[in-house]
């Protein structure tokens, strides 16, 4: 997805999420976060967010330390500071060369178009998370959704390296209202993901946000049509879980 489009779905769940945790309340539980209320959820996305602005303002290949944010920031104040944070982000990522080198924690991509995917990425799957918590949960653009799954997939998955090696089987992933398969093949080093309709030992089928927030934890595998070995999709979701 071009990083203009990302921009823009970046400012959306940024907004749905900060008003989502305004009707949740900041003592709200976050199911999918065991232990985190709503105000551990915000500051968690905000402190991203200023991590990721002083990475793409510093313009550098090393890795800065996360900051510590305000914990004295509650309730509406924390909204306040994390609405801020969130423009402050988008105006530097607007301004800044997507091509342009920058350090992050994946070696094969060391640029701004890097963050600008993931901040918009991280942002959806935690409003949602908001949105829970608030009791009404709206869509993710599926075309964005798709675009989360081949993240999850290329960027996250290759962190677990061998332990996908034992496996026992490939899984297919298709979205059914957008474009977007994936197979994972496991391997004794890591898992090849490869951007194919082909047959897996398990196939995955479903909407895109229903397999995006599968993939994160936040849906079961009863979200997507599963043919196949269904026990193998479970010890992958099992395997994968951050």
């Known amino acids: 997805m071009a990083p203009v489009r990302n921009l823009d779905h970046f400012a959306r769940e940024a907004d749905l999420l900060a008003e989502a945790a305004l009707a949740a309340g900041a003592a709200a539980p ?18 991203g967010d200023q991590w990721a602005r002083t990475i793409v303002a510093s313009g550098s ?20 500071s994390y609405r801020a944070g969130a423009l402050a982000l988008a105006r530097t990522l607007a301004a800044a060369d997507p091509d342009a080198a920058v350090w992050s924690f994946f070696p094969t991509d060391q640029s701004v178009r890097f963050w600008i995917r993931r901040r918009a990425q991280e942002t959806a799957v935690h ?20 675009d989360g799954i081949d993240e999850y997939l290329t ?15 490939s899984v297919h992933l298709h979205c059914t209202d957008v474009e977007g398969e994936w197979l994972l093949v496991p391997g004794p080093e890591a898992a090849t993901v490869t951007r194919e ?8 089928r479903g909407r895109a946000e229903d397999l995006l927030l599968m993939l994160w934890g936040r849906r079961g595998s009863d979200a997507a049509d599963v043919f196949g070995d269904a026990a193998l999709l ?9």
């Open 30 to 47: 976050v199911a999918a976060c065991p232990g985190w209320t709503v105000d551990d959820l915000v500051r968690h996305v905000a402190g």
């Open 61 to 80: 290949l090393d890795a800065p330390k996360r900051p510590q944010l305000d914990d004295e920031l509650t309730g509406e104040a924390l909204v306040a």
């Open 127 to 146: 409003r949602v998370d908001a949105q829970v918590a608030a009791g009404a949960v709206t869509p993710i653009d599926p075309a964005f959704a798709s």
């Open 155 to 169: 960027v996250f998955v290759p962190r677990f390296g061998p332990a996908l090696a034992d496996l026992g089987g």
């Open 197 to 204: 309709h082909a047959k897996g030992d398990v196939a995955a």
């Open 234 to 242: 479970e010890r992958f979701l099992a395997t994968i879980r951050l």
